[in-house]
């Protein structure tokens, strides 16, 4: 993992992030994007979102697609160049660009720029707690919720304890742990369009478990995970709510929940 160091934050000069937003977000859920912006502002960044950027390359690399990976690599590479840090509201994207420099020859270039940018890549949460070291601001939102880990964040990124931790300090939220919350609930990726039986019932545990706690709502760090959870809960008429996680830690949870914007 990147060592969790302020490359050129000094005592008067704010950490200039550089937001990927991913394509999930932009499509589906704008919000979360926002989110992100007001929770690295209120951290004391100095945030800009390039218009240049677009997918990190993930389903192309799954597919086995090197040659259209690696093209989008470098221009994700060139897009965030000039950032202190990137920073995603995902584990999934965070992973995949830290994957690059597997994408590259040892010595050219364009490995070393890949793996300067691997090294400035955070997800969100994990960027607040272990980089910055924030406190989470204050929310008005006030449920019992349960926290689904994202398969890519948890073993890719080591975020586990960093969600849990931003949540606690906020009083008016009650987190309630489910049982197997570390299981995957059937999304990844093209995981669940090559094998959709498998993946159906892996979301229908993972929502008997969501609904087992008690909770009111479920969140998360990956916003494919949570369209995928938030369907199978509106499939089966289940009053518990998707919420990605900073929606709540920015205070921006009155709207509608993932999967009922229609």
Not at 100 to 114: C, V
Not at 206 to 216: F, P, Y
Not at 237 to 262: F, Q, S, T, W, Y
């Amino acid at each position: 993992m990147p060592k969790a160091d302020l490359p050129n934050a000094t005592a008067n000069s704010a950490p200039h992030v550089g937001l990927f937003v991913t394509c999930l977000v932009d499509l589906f859920r704008p919000q979360v994007g926002f989110a992100a912006v007001r929770l690295l502002e209120h951290a004391g960044c100095r945030v800009e979102v390039p218009t240049a950027q677009t997918c990190c390359g993930q389903p192309a690399y799954n597919s086995g697609d090197i040659a259209d990976t690696r093209a989008i690599a470098l221009k994700t590479i060139d897009a965030f160049s000039n950032f202190d840090y990137v920073v995603a509201p995902s584990g999934s994207c965070a992973g995949q660009i830290r994957k690059y420099p597997g994408l590259f020859e040892p010595n050219s270039d364009d490995y070393a720029r890949a793996v300067a940018l691997a090294g400035r890549t955070w997800e969100i949460m994990s960027f607040l707690v272990d980089v910055l070291k924030k406190p989470a601001p204050e929310t008005s939102f006030s449920e019992t919720v349960t926290y689904h880990d994202s398969c890519s964040g948890l073993r890719h990124l080591k975020i586990k304890e960093q969600p849990r931790q931003l949540l606690c300090e906020n009083a008016n939220v009650a987190l309630k742990e489910m049982q197997e919350t570390d299981t995957c609930c059937g999304f990844g990726g093209t995981f669940c369009v090559k094998y959709p039986d498998i993946s159906s019932r892996m979301v229908s545990d993972k929502v008997h478990h969501i609904e087992q706690t008690g909770a009111e709502t479920v969140l998360g760090g990956d916003l494919g995970c949570l369209m995928n959870i938030a369907g199978r809960l509106r499939r089966q008429g289940k009053p518990i709510r998707a919420r990605h996680a900073i929606e709540v830690l920015a205070d921006m949870a009155d709207g509608p929940a993932i999967g009922e914007e229609d």
